[in-house]
């Protein structure tokens, strides 16, 4: 088995153990709908105020969105939100924050069930609706799945929509996926190319897992509509070919719900869990387009319900990977939660926190965290909501209240966030790599993507945990390859890194 990047060697404690507390919201929002909000219900995290606390934004069905605005009163202080003033806006499965005109405010792509929407962010939380100001093409899809990306010498980002079930296809919904839609930016707005064949796409993820320099875009699927013929996709960029066996991809086929995306192995390359039916996929990257099945005793297959009487096959949404006690460690939160009614599949089946151990391997610790929800769970975000530097939970539920949890783990190690900043277009450095060195010489590395997750997307610093380690250095190897040298960070504090060549 690969192992993961041992910090013991940098003194790391034992791991404390995490613990999250409930909190209050100041509204109930549930994601609501028929059998076209089975799937969906993203939530999205950002700050869209420039007080440095994010937002939450969560997706509604056949409700209208949910703007939470973030008035925790100070560092470390117990969260609080308070409900936003947003657009009434209606049949939305999810949404993505990017800056898409570089005017240093986030913007919104909103998926709905009709047509998609672009909102252009403003001071204090303004949205206003640049749809067709920007030429984004809008049809009357079911989409359930986005990505970006900045391709060279564009000013505005390449953008990825993935469509579920073919709303106009008469004989649907068995066999009638939609096709996908690649948006590439031209001198009055965009131009939508179809990426086929599509699989009934649920997530969707730009990356340069390969490190040539180019982002690709991985595409996962469900099985359950594609039926036979299908699999996970990776469509290579920029002459939108798709990879097959001779490249060394390995095209799984899975109930695919959500992709989860970083390095765990120390060797630079992204490792990624796919969300499913039956149980999560976690893909080590052996070599470029190259991965490797983790195996049943790793313990990141989550594929029972760890609690309760019910042996039926969980169903993963939304994963994302985080550090939950800053001992170093990346483990993984997935939200879980049957599609509706399904009989086949667990009907309570709580969130996983997937813990990781020294030797790379995993535990359950979600019971003991105080997260594990049997709600039917869709979107989540796993971030620091509070400027503590302790990664917090939120998920948005199908047919239930939407759930927030505070991380109050004790003892928990040290930690520093990355800001990068870079001037002109992708200021926020999409396809860029934050990367810190320990004093024992090891490196760790993050992308900095938009997309993945399952229907919706987080515009946060880069979190690092760093166990002991009461020191560290940063920098940032920028979109264009290009790099800072390196510079003393400030641990347990947020820390700016702007562009100097």
Known sequence: MKLALCLICAGAPLAAQPLFEPRPLPVEHVYSGGWEHFVGGGLAAFDCN???FPELLAAGGEAPMTLLINTTSAPGNDISFENGTFPDITGATGAYPLDIDSDGWLDL???RVGENMVLRGGADCS???ASSAWGIPRDDRWSTAFSATWEAGQSRPTLAVGNYVDRANPDGPFQACDSNQLMRPTAK???STDLAPGFCALSMLFSD???????DLRVSNDRHYYVRGGSEQMWFFPDLTLLDASKGWNAVSIWGMGIASTDITGDGLPEVVLTSMGDQLLQYADAPYVYRNASYNVGATAHRPHIGDDGRPSTGWHAAFGDANNDGFEDIFI???NVDQMPSNAMHDPNSLLMQQPDGTFVEASVAAGVASDLRGRGG???DLNGDGLLDLAVVNRRAPFELWQNVTAGAGNWITLQPVQPGPNQHAVGGFAEIRLPDGTTRIKEITVGGGH???SALPVHFGLGSATSVETRMIWPDGTANDWQVGTINAANLISRVN
């Open 50 to 52: 420039g007080d440095s």
């Open 109 to 111: 792509f909103i998926l």
């Open 127 to 129: 949205f206003t609706d």
């Open 189 to 191: 707005g965009y131009d």
């Open 209 to 215: 897992a390969a490190r040539r320099g180019v982002a």
């Open 335 to 337: 939200a879980k939660g």
């Open 381 to 383: 975000v796993f971030g």
């Open 455 to 457: 229907a919706g997307g």
